[in-house]
């Protein structure tokens, strides 16, 4: 995309540099100082995020949520800890001259794109599990323009910062960079408990989207987790009837013969299989109601 930066203020010539002049930041959650080097053609940069930045989810939720209130700007994750970076959208960003060195300032929030990292989610659930990797993909336009919605096609009429789709109602978030509209947003692909699933989500949907399924992996983990104390149970009752039959099977034989010992012992086994058999039905209805309220 060509660069849409004003021209120089002091000579008056287009400015040919691919990039601001960098930019000191301090990461709040481990205080290490570094400096992001932004383009100025509001190119989507997209990092790739590593275990620690996982376990920094909540962080990067927080942040991409308070973005989307038109709150502060997301930089990069920290090199050090992979927490996400903020800054004020009043920061303003220093542009040198390739032509006469001097140096101009622009407001970061109309000459640049928020970092929009991409994720990946692989978890077991009791209605399959779930694979699917959440890629950023932002749908540009002519700021003066109607865009199409999203979702289901319509037109947009120009705005800035929330707006809602006319006909299908679904909730969009409008940036303005680099004299173009920008929504932000992201590609959601993979399978979702069997069933394949290729779309496009704004980002205000798609930060809800995965904290309701990172919240139906969680549940689908405390529901075995419980099913394993089930079957320890299970087992527990399994082992005490063991006992009783060895105990009793003297007088079964006694007066029922071979074939009465040979049921009781069916009966005994069949106490723990038709226990684990109910858990399992338990289970997986507790999931599909976990699913419906979620709606997911």
């Known amino acids: 995309m060509p660069t849409t930066v004003p021209a120089c203020t002091t000579c008056g010539v287009p400015t040919e540099a691919p990039t601001f002049a960098p930019l000191a930041c301090i990461c709040a959650a481990c205080s290490h100082r570094f400096e992001v080097t932004l383009p100025t053609d509001g190119s989507l940069r997209t990092p790739v995020l590593g275990l620690r930045a996982i376990l920094r989810g909540g962080q990067w939720r927080t942040a991409l949520v308070d973005r989307a209130s038109q ?22 960003l220093a542009l040198p001259c390739t032509h006469c060195g001097a140096s101009q300032s622009l407001p970061i929030a109309g000459h640049a ?8 989610m692989s978890g077991q659930t009791w209605g399959g ?3 699917l990797t959440w890629t950023p993909e932002h749908r540009r336009g002519r700021i003066d323009q109607a865009s199409p919605c999203p979702t289901c096609g319509a037109a947009l009429p120009a705005f800035e910062g929330k707006g809602q789709c006319g006909h299908c109602g679904t909730s969009i978030l409008a940036l303005t960079a680099c004299g173009q509209r920008v929504l932000p947003g992201v590609r959601v692909e993979g399978f979702d408990e069997g069933r394949a699933t290729n779309r496009w989500l704004p980002l205000d949907e798609a930060i809800a989207d995965w904290a309701r399924r990172s919240a139906l992996v969680s549940h689908s983990r405390g529901t075995t987790g419980r099913l394993f104390l ?4 299970l087992g527990a009752l399994f082992m005490l009837a063991g006992c009783g039959f060895f105990v009793l099977s003297p007088p079964l034989i006694e007066r029922y013969g071979p ?4 049921a009781t012992f ?3 086994g069949a106490i ?3 226990g684990f058999l109910a858990m399992v039905v338990w289970a997986v209805r507790r999931h599909a109601q976990k699913r419906k309220e979620l709606g997911v």
């Open 129 to 131: 599990g779930v694979d």
């Open 259 to 262: 074939g009465g010992l040979i």
């Open 113 to 120: 794109v928020d970092a929009l990292p991409s994720a990946k």
């Open 272 to 274: 723990p299989l038709v």
């Open 266 to 268: 069916f009966c005994v």
């Open 71 to 92: 709150g502060t700007f997301v930089v990069d994750p920290c090199p050090k800890c992979e927490a996400p970076v903020t800054i004020p959208r009043a920061t303003m």
């Open 230 to 233: 089930g079957c320890g149970a």
